[in-house]
């Protein structure tokens, strides 16, 4: 899972590059408000001397930009965003041990921002209540008979002052940045239709005199300049809290880290900061206690919740020379483990890392929203002065400004292109860390979007159907010689590094514990491995042989008529034969194969019933691929395929016009899952082949990919459903807000109102994404 760009830490200058290859950086964005923003950032970096291509996220406010260290740094990349007008936030936390801390300080970071966003609308939507009846004297008849109508407007200016220059400061500085950059965002559109409505509502506050020289009634707007910052403010509010929730799931898996190890130092027992944990260090767990870091198991066993990792809520058995993971709970025995990675090195750190740059990503289907609001803003503002000019021409004298401002703020205010930039990043973010907490992990947003349009998957045999180890199958013994023959034939294996002789072992374990009084192990001397055929030894005094047909024949040990035909009835149903020979006479078979794995069956019938074809392939013989695919209920299969040929395989299945996902967990596999249109690695598999892939499974199960494909499907549909409401939305809006209903129906938009429905839209979208979260995933 290691990418090969590698991403230096936030705030940390990159490395030079020594071979020229590119790098990539991940920036934290502060300023933008929509999509235009997003545009404007991206097109900025990406038109910088040595940035290869970059990627601006609206929800996850951040770039990741690919560049040439040979011709810019961290630096430059920097300075080519506060150029655009924009800010770049870097955590103070050391990238190094911890590499979440720097995470866990953005966090707050986002989460003081959104208490002072808070304060802002409390206050704004506090004078907004004052001032909007004030400004319907209609209603306070007692007080138009004590108080002039200019001390009245005065009183009205002064309470939308602070809701101006306080609780809507922000809006006017970054609409007067993008002024000084020649760019339009969100903020301009509220700054211009806020700004002119405060602005005619001053004038006739301080020189009414000038209105009533030319017959107008000088008419103030502080109730709409107030109303529609606290509003908008009031989206802002929502939108943030929103999207906290989609980045959830990462909160999560920092929270997951543990916060201090035990660790032996001079032999004692020494709790010691996560921090200062270095590789080599033995750590002690106890039951109950989280795992510190990554390591191997030197003594103890027990039993680990990886359900962090894998979405698998059964405990996993653990014993000497297991691998053990940072963040897994221990649930029953307690065990000391040498530390292999920290910091970035950790299985925790690459997962977080991954999610990351899978929400940070583009879909496909997002460059249509990405072209639109690309000219968005400067084409709204055309329209707002188009619709002011109209209004101005065709209205009677004595409404014609008034009407022409309220029309010209309601098209400004209403055009917000917000949901437009968030209905994708959003549904991703929240997709992909769905993903992650079912043990799916997404590398970007193109893979999710390719799961969607996949119509058949080719499975890898050995390690994905199956479970990629043999396994003894069936032992059939001689009359007589049950009881005490396995623990012979175990006694010799165990000095064997065969893979079936391992099988063997864990075969005679495993019977043993069932046993009510368990055989101690025996042991076996004069151990001879014959290469090829299998190995001998001698056990209580008598020779004992496993291996294959031949070297029972080369020891001159006839098989009997009976071992003979059962040999003959496992070779058929596609098994591996070992013989085994005690003092000289074979007495046993045992039939090993590699098993196909409990929910492999039940996975394909659900990919089936989804329209999937799926198809295996394997480089074994027909036989054995025929009766696998049977076991399962695959009718198209592929056997005796080289591994330099999988890849020919998924060309071939494209060639017929299929979008292929290809499933496999080895070395020989990564070629396929680059070809593939979609590349699944089983996580059990090879690093080699998670790097080849654009989705990574967890567990080493087939519902996995049902997971995979069930999740890019309901996450797809969330896209089309928030574009559409985006588009149509802005599509419909609009020309109510310029009062093209009006010669009809007599309806005008109040700009109070284009402003409510301007948040709303973006909340919509946000909360149609989060929808997603209460999904179960079908498998």
């Known amino acids: 899972m290691n990418n090969a760009a590698t991403t230096p830490a936030p705030g940390a200058p990159p490395e030079a590059s020594a071979n020229g290859a590119s790098r990539t950086e991940t920036l934290h964005i502060e300023g933008m408000t929509c999509a235009s923003c997003s545009n404007f950032v991206e097109r900025a970096l990406s038109r910088t001397p040595g940035v290869v291509q970059a990627t601006v996220n609206l929800a996850a406010e951040k770039a990741t930009i690919e560049y040439a260290p040979d011709q810019i740094n961290h630096a430059g990349l920097k300075a080519a965003v506060e150029q655009a007008g924009y800010s770049v936030f870097e955590p103070q936390a050391p990238a190094a041990p911890n590499a979440l801390a720097a995470d866990e300080e953005l966090a707050e970071r986002k989460a003081r921002a959104y208490h002072d966003l808070k304060r802002r609308f409390q206050v704004a939507v506090v004078l907004a209540i004052i001032i909007m009846p004030l400004s319907m004297l209609m209603l306070w008849p007692a007080l138009m008979a004590r108080v002039s109508m200019p001390v009245l407007n005065y009183g009205l200016l002064l309470l939308t002052l602070p809701v101006l220059l306080y609780s809507g400061r922000e809006f006017y500085v970054s609409a007067w940045n993008g002024l000084r950059h020649r760019t339009a965002s969100m903020d301009t559109l509220i700054a211009v239709g806020t700004g002119a409505a405060f602005l005619y509502s001053l004038a006739a506050t301080v020189v009414p005199e000038f209105f009533h020289q030319r017959g107008l009634e000088p008419e103030v707007y502080y109730d709409t300049t107030a109303t529609i910052i606290a509003l908008i403010l009031l989206g802002k509010v929502l939108e943030s809290r929103a999207k906290a929730k989609t980045s959830a799931a990462i909160k999560a898996l920092i929270g997951l880290q543990a916060k201090t190890a035990r660790v032996l130092r001079g032999g004692q027992e020494v709790d010691v900061p996560l921090e200062q944990v270095q590789p080599g260090d033995e750590v002690l767990v106890r039951p109950g206690e989280k795992v510190a870091t990554d390591g191997v198991i030197l003594e103890g066993r027990s039993a680990l919740d990886e359900s962090m990792l894998t979405g698998e809520s059964l405990p996993v058995e653990k014993s000497v020379g297991d691998a053990v993971f940072g963040a897994t709970i221990n649930k029953t025995g307690a065990f000391r483990f040498r530390v292999s990675q920290v910091?970035?090195?950790?299985?925790?750190?690459?997962?977080?890392?991954?999610?990351?740059?899978?929400?940070?990503?583009r879909a496909p289907i997002q460059r249509l929203a990405d072209k639109v609001s690309a000219f968005f803003v400067p084409v709204v503002i055309m329209?707002?002065?188009?619709?002011?000019?109209?209004?101005?021409?065709?209205?009677?004298?004595?409404?014609?400004?008034?009407?022409?401002?309220?029309?010209?703020?309601?098209?400004?205010?209403?055009?917000?292109?917000?949901?437009?930039?968030?209905?994708?990043?959003?549904?991703?973010?929240?997709?992909?860390?769905?993903?992650?907490?079912?043990?799916?992990?997404?590398?970007?947003?193109?893979?999710?979007?390719?799961?969607?349009?996949?119509?058949?998957?080719?499975?890898?045999?050995?390690?994905?159907?199956?479970?990629?180890?043999?396994?003894?199958?069936?032992?059939?013994?001689?009359?007589?010689?049950?009881?005490?023959?396995?623990?012979?034939?175990?006694?010799?294996?165990?000095?064997?590094?065969?893979?079936?002789?391992?099988?063997v072992v864990r075969y005679a374990e495993q019977q043993g514990q069932q046993q009510a009084a368990p055989t101690a192990a025996v042991e076996a001397t004069d151990f001879v491995a014959h290469e090829g055929r299998g190995a001998g030894a001698t056990v209580q005094g008598q020779a004992v042989f496993i291996g294959n047909r031949r070297l029972l024949t080369e020891n001159g040990i006839e098989l009997g008529s009976e071992l003979e035909q059962a040999a003959a009835g496992l070779l058929t149903q596609a098994r591996t034969v070992l013989y085994a020979a005690v003092a000289g006479r074979a007495v046993a078979l045992v039939g090993v194969a590699d098993t196909v794995r409990d929910t492999s069956a039940a996975a394909i019938r659900q990919l089936q019933s989804r329209g999937l074809e799926v198809v295996m392939m394997t480089g074994d013989n027909r036989q054995t691929a025929e009766k696998v695919a049977q076991q399962v209920g695959i009718t198209r299969f592929y056997a005796e395929v080289l591994p330099a040929d999988k890849a020919g395989k998924v060309q071939e299945l494209q060639a017929e016009g299929r979008t292929v996902a290809m499933v496999g967990d080895g070395i020989n596999d990564a070629p396929a899952l680059a070809r593939a249109d979609l590349g699944l690695a089983m996580g059990g598999g090879t690093d080699v082949a998670m790097e080849a892939a654009g989705i990574t499974l967890m567990r080493s199960d087939l519902q996995g990919v049902v997971t995979a494909i069930s999740l890019s499907s309901q996450t797809m549909r969330t896209i089309r459903q928030n574009l559409f409401?985006?588009?149509?939305?802005?599509?419909?809006?609009?020309?109510?807000?310029?009062?093209?209903?009006?010669?009809?129906?007599?309806?005008?938009?109040?700009?109070?109102?284009?402003?409510?429905?301007?948040?709303?839209?973006?909340?919509?979208?946000?909360?149609?994404?989060?929808?997603?979260?209460?999904?179960t995933v079908k498998i």
């Open 343 to 361: 910091g970035t090195g950790t299985v925790l750190a690459q997962i977080v890392k991954l999610v990351e740059d899978a929400q940070g990503s």
């Open 383 to 503: 329209l707002a002065l188009a619709t002011f000019v109209v209004w101005f021409d065709v209205s009677p004298a004595g409404q014609r400004l008034p009407l022409a401002l309220v029309n010209f703020v309601a098209v400004l205010i209403i055009a917000c292109p917000c949901a437009l930039g968030l209905a994708t990043p959003t549904a991703i973010m929240v997709g992909t860390g769905l993903g992650a907490r079912h043990g799916v992990l997404i590398r970007n947003a193109e893979a999710l979007e390719k799961a969607y349009q996949v119509d058949t998957v080719l499975l890898d045999k050995t390690g994905t159907i199956t479970r990629g180890e043999p396994e003894v199958t069936e032992f059939i013994t001689t009359p007589g010689t049950e009881a005490d023959l396995l623990p012979l034939l175990a006694a010799v294996e165990r000095r064997s590094e065969h893979p079936l002789a391992a099988a």
């Open 725 to 775: 409401f985006a588009f149509i939305y802005n599509a419909l809006g609009i020309p109510i807000a310029a009062g093209l209903l009006y010669p009809f129906t007599g309806w005008l938009l109040s700009p109070m109102l284009a402003a409510g429905a301007m948040a709303l839209s973006s909340v919509s979208v946000l909360t149609s994404s989060l929808r997603l979260r209460g999904f």
